[in-house]
């Protein structure tokens, strides 16, 4: 594990250092007249040791789709600025998603709302929407901006069907998955999209990128469910066992119903469904799911879908397209394997 | 002055009508795929019983830049989506404002953030949002979304700054005017001058038109202040009082202020500053600000800004122009007569 995750940072960290510096300068920028205290709110929030993966994933398929590598820098200038506009969403929605779930921390220190309060953590994370919708719509054109809003109302939708489902304990796979594009994977797939748009991409490339982006999302989303269950606390910075407590059906959780028996089912679904239970019964529903291969399972889903994603790439067959194939093979592998 | 609101009601009619169509084709096939609570929040919170002031602005200012009045079917349409963007985006801020401030209504009924909770208050406002600069940026292009991101930011920035000026009781006039033109007054100049820019209006024009709706904005926001300490709640749908019992430096209070002796000054700043005062202080607090004019002032203030706005529109001085600049001066007239 520790190979995969040093070969790739060391494959990605010129670009993941271009894309702090783009933010540093852009951000600095866009609230050069603002309040102090609303520039404090957005670099609190966006500079938390977050991974990039968004902007990282638009620069690789804006590459990969790229015809020549002598791209100008005006427009290398113009794809960072597209790039970062998705760390900016994905900041909103974590500004926003931990006033909703009252979430005092966020990757290992206090969150937004913990720190600075609700009215700062609602408004940065609209601030930061406001921006990224700016960036795509004013670089990528409108059909950039389609694909971004797309996927923005997607999330909304996802939160909602997750609302619904919240109450629905007879979820099935089709359910989860639906739930789970909305949420994280539609995003996922417009950064590729995207970035495979402005580098110049047919729409063969374009679809074949956006397919390898829905994957990699998807198993990223599952493995957080993992992580949910089977993380380190130290390695994660949060603690296991907030979707059980919220009584989530999670992946893991729908695979093991579908196998257990009558007793066991009945006994997870009650331990997931009574309130108290949910606070003292997490390792009675771990040791439940892991009798019934529930985590194994997902995993193998998970590792499947990248499979399959990574195989799509094959349509970048030239000798160029090589290494930023084998970047995004890494990447896909690491979202299996990380730990946090 | 219902002759003036009549008047105004029968000229605008036909383009209230077509801004609500529109919202209700535009609301519906944007949510046709979602999940069906988000489409009733939509709906719940943009069907209240609004003015529709800010996209009866983008139609009035195109049609008063246009240089023809053969616009075909397809510009009409997009014009109109255009329009409806600014109701969103209001929309949105409304929201948010909302769980901001734990209002319970909004207009004279239960706000959304009452009826469906926060998560669907917080997420149904980044829906709209979204679909807000999606159809500014499509059909503007990247003008009018730079225009508009700037009104949004200003927004932000502006509540901040109220943030801020919450607890400074030395506020004066200039603060309190850039606070307005942030919160308010910038998105109305907005409104005003995309729809000119989308007309067709040149740069003479079109910073003509923008100058009309800071001032109409600005004018709008003094006569909510004074509504605050003078509506009539069967109205305006709200209860008098609340910027008082925030102790929020209002323009009549600031000007009211500047003119009191050092007792009634002392003691007036002493009602908006103590907890239990505020509940129990808004009637001598208003006698206060009446002994010093604070409100004939402030309503002098607004009448002078709507004055200077309208003269401003002098430069549209052709026969095809007299009936929409009519508008717009009745309009004007009217944001200084309305009594909710």
Known sequence: MNSTKE??????APEVEKIELAMRSDLAAASSDCDPLLAEVLNYGIFNGGKRL???????????????????EKSQRELLLLAIAFEYLHGATLYHDDVIDQAATRRGKASVVQEFGEIAAILGGDF???????????????????????????????????????????????????AVQG???????????????????????????AGYGLGLGTAFQIVDDLLDYQGDEAS???AVGNDFQEGKMTLPVILALNKAGSVD????????????????????ASALIEK??????????AESIVAEAVSGLKIFAGEKAVQTVSVLRVLAEYVLLRNK
Chains 1, 2 share one sequence.
Do not use: W
């Open 128 to 178: 930061l929407h406001s921006r990224s919708m700016f960036l795509i719509g004013s670089i990528g054109g409108s059909m950039a901006l389609e694909i971004f809003c797309h996927a923005t109302n997607a999330m909304v939708d996802g939160e909602f069907l997750q609302l619904r489902n919240a109450r629905n304990y007879n979820l099935n796979e089709a359910d989860y998955f639906s």
């Open 292 to 301: 019934y291969d529930g985590f194994a399972a997902s995993r193998k889903m």
């Open 265 to 284: 089912r009945e006994r997870l679904l009650f331990l997931l469904k009574d309130e108290d239970l949910r606070k003292t019964g997490f390792a009675e």
């Open 54 to 72: 968004r902007p990282l994933l638009v620069l690789l398929a804006a590459r990969l789709a790229a015809t020549s590598d002598t791209a100008d």
């Open 7 to 12: 070969q790739l940072m060391t494959a990605i």
């Open 236 to 238: 994660t910075g949060k």
């Open 183 to 209: 949420k994280t994977a539609l995003l996922i797939a417009a950064t590729c999209e995207i970035g495979a748009l402005v580098g110049g991409a047919t729409a063969a490339e374009q679809k074949c990128l």
